[in-house]
């Protein structure tokens, strides 16, 4: 969940320019990060709000709720590929591993709250830190001060399953939408908290069959690279008529005989950044 990547950032400026942090500058922190929340799921909403009513999907108010636009950014992208593997889930299992890691972070949060008044501070190094005295912990609350351990290792477990889903998932999602350098785009959104504004970016775009994509800017390279065709090769990369059904030259079985690629397919998302209108098409 974007919030706390946000609220760590800005929890770490106050930390690195002074040293520390003050309780008050740690609601600041909470007020900066629900922000730049808010903004991003705004965007992103709109940007997969944009791409359902495309493709003629309903329930498109799902995009601008928490943990449901990762789902239905699954349903956008369609069928992924995890080492081969088909995944036609991807958006579920990531928004579920999401909740697994909100609710253990939540859990931390509060033991942290609830156990405030017994923390002691310490000296190390002339470095003042704080510690847990179990001594003087009512057993009430025993449990929770022993799960604080664990709620922190369960949520870095769910994490990364978490990330290798969204990574699933946004491949696939910007290989229809961005599928001039999907990668990017999925560092963007899965690793770095920018989701919704790199769907936001992409939401003009038009839809592609990538493997299509790439066969058709395949032969464009060979053809710019090798006119008079492959050493020992017989030169023609273009299409050819046989008894009348259409041969895609050598490349054919690159994008398993799918489709070309529709007008859009190198639409860059932030030409027009901000724009009603569609995309420009690449020539």
């Given at each position: 969940?974007?919030?706390?990547?946000?609220?760590?950032?800005?929890?770490?400026?106050?930390?690195?320019?002074?040293?520390?942090?003050t309780l008050g500058q740690v609601y600041l922190c909470f007020a900066i990060?629900?922000?730049?929340?808010?903004?991003?799921?705004?965007?992103?909403?709109?940007?997969?709000?944009?791409?359902?009513?495309?493709?003629?999907?309903?329930?498109?108010?799902?995009?601008?709720?928490?943990?449901?636009?990762?789902?239905?950014?699954?349903?956008?992208?369609?069928?992924?590929?995890?080492?081969?593997?088909?995944?036609?889930?991807?958006?579920?299992?990531?928004?579920?591993?999401?909740?697994?890691?909100?609710?253990?972070?939540?859990?931390?949060?509060?033991?942290?709250?609830?156990l405030q008044p017994y923390y002691e501070e310490i000296i190390v190094d002339?470095?003042?830190?704080?510690?847990?005295?179990?001594?003087?912990?009512?057993?009430?609350?025993?449990?929770?001060?022993?799960?604080?351990?664990?709620?922190?290792?369960?949520?870095?477990?769910?994490?990364?399953?978490?990330?290798?889903?969204?990574?699933?998932?946004?491949?696939?999602?910007?290989?229809?939408?961005?599928?001039?350098?999907?990668?990017?785009?999925?560092?963007?959104?899965?690793?770095?908290?920018?989701?919704?504004?790199?769907?936001?970016?992409?939401?003009?775009?038009?839809?592609?069959?990538?493997?299509?994509?790439?066969?058709?800017?395949?032969?464009?390279?060979?053809?710019?690279?090798?006119?008079?065709?492959?050493?020992?090769?017989?030169?023609?990369?273009?299409?050819?008529?046989?008894?009348?059904?259409?041969?895609?030259?050598?490349?054919?079985?690159?994008?398993?005989?799918?489709?070309?690629?529709?007008?859009?397919?190198?639409?860059d998302p932030f030409e027009e950044f901000g724009s009603g209108g569609s995309?420009?098409?690449?020539?």
């Amino acid at each position: 969940m974007e919030f706390f990547e946000f609220f760590g950032a800005a929890e770490f400026c106050f930390e690195f320019m002074q040293g520390g942090i003050t309780l008050g500058q740690v609601y600041l922190c909470f007020a900066i990060a629900g922000g730049l929340y808010l903004l991003c799921l705004l965007f992103g909403g709109i940007g997969l709000a944009a791409m359902a009513k495309r493709e003629g999907r309903k329930q498109r108010a799902l995009g601008f709720l928490p943990f449901a636009n990762t789902f239905y950014a699954g349903k956008i992208a369609g069928e992924a590929t995890f080492f081969g593997q088909k995944i036609k889930r991807a958006g579920l299992y990531a928004m579920l591993a999401e909740i697994g890691c909100f609710v253990m972070k939540l859990l931390y949060v509060l033991a942290v709250i609830l156990l405030q008044p017994y923390y002691e501070e310490i000296i190390v190094d002339n470095v003042v830190t704080s510690e847990l005295n179990y001594s003087i912990i009512p057993v009430r609350l025993l449990w929770l001060a022993d799960g604080m351990f664990w709620f922190s290792l369960v949520e870095y477990l769910l994490y990364f399953v978490q990330l290798i889903f969204l990574c699933v998932l946004f491949t696939a999602l910007y290989r229809k939408y961005y599928a001039r350098s999907p990668i990017m785009m999925t560092f963007l959104s899965a690793l770095l908290p920018f989701r919704g504004f790199t769907l936001f970016a992409v939401r003009n775009n038009t839809p592609v069959d990538y493997n299509a994509y790439l066969r058709r800017k395949t032969e464009e390279y060979v053809r710019r690279n090798y006119p008079g065709g492959f050493p020992g090769g017989s030169g023609d990369f273009g299409p050819r008529q046989n008894g009348g059904n259409t041969d895609e030259g050598p490349f054919s079985d690159f994008g398993g005989g799918q489709e070309s690629p529709k007008e859009g397919t190198g639409d860059d998302p932030f030409e027009e950044f901000g724009s009603g209108g569609s995309g420009n098409s690449e020539k």
